[in-house]
């Protein structure tokens, strides 16, 4: 059964970046679309990037987009988060999930949760 790991996390200034991991193991990452999410102490998780199995579709939602990449190494087993530009408001808890086929824009996930990588944005 595939798992998910998440990394990279950390403190780092307004304006910085950080690059966090999603890494697989139990089996092959190549057959899921991922996505990242996030979450903030008493608000909902919400889907912030999400790419396809193949990597050809990606989606961002609008508070990101032009300041996080999202990118996959199937050799690797890995889904990379590239953040940029960070702001004091991405600050959260980063995690990664599986998504099903086609549904990338409505972060439609499955499986379980990992336990995420903090991500502080902070001067």
Same mark, same amino acid.
């Given at each position: 059964?595939?798992?998910?790991?998440?990394?990279?996390?950390?403190?780092?200034?307004?304006?910085?970046?950080?690059?966090?991991?999603?890494?697989?193991?139990?089996?092959?990452?190549?057959?899921?679309?991922?996505?990242?999410?996030?979450?903030? %102490? =008493?608000?909902?998780?919400?889907?912030?990037?999400?790419? &396809?199995?193949?990597? /050809?579709?990606?989606?961002? @939602?609008? *508070?990101?987009?032009?300041?996080?990449?999202?990118?996959?190494?199937?050799?690797?087993?890995?889904?990379?988060?590239?953040?940029?530009?960070?702001?004091?408001?991405?600050?959260?808890?980063?995690?990664?999930?599986?998504?099903? %086929? =086609?549904?990338?824009?409505?972060?439609?996930?499955?499986? &379980?949760?990992?336990? /995420?990588?903090?991500?502080? @944005?902070? *001067?």
């Amino acid at each position: 059964q595939l798992q998910l790991a998440e990394s990279g996390g950390g403190l780092v200034q307004p304006g910085g970046s950080l690059r966090l991991s999603c890494t697989a193991s139990g089996s092959t990452l190549h057959y899921y679309a991922i996505a990242w999410f996030r979450q903030t %102490p =008493g608000k909902e998780r919400e889907g912030v990037s999400c790419i &396809s199995h193949s990597g /050809g579709v990606t989606h961002y @939602v609008d *508070s990101v987009k032009g300041r996080f990449t999202i990118s996959r190494d199937n050799a690797k087993n890995t889904v990379y988060l590239q953040m940029s530009s960070l702001k004091p408001e991405d600050t959260a808890v980063y995690y990664c999930a599986k998504v099903y %086929p =086609g549904r990338c824009a409505d972060y439609d996930f499955f499986g &379980s949760w990992g336990q /995420g990588t903090q991500v502080t @944005v902070s *001067s």
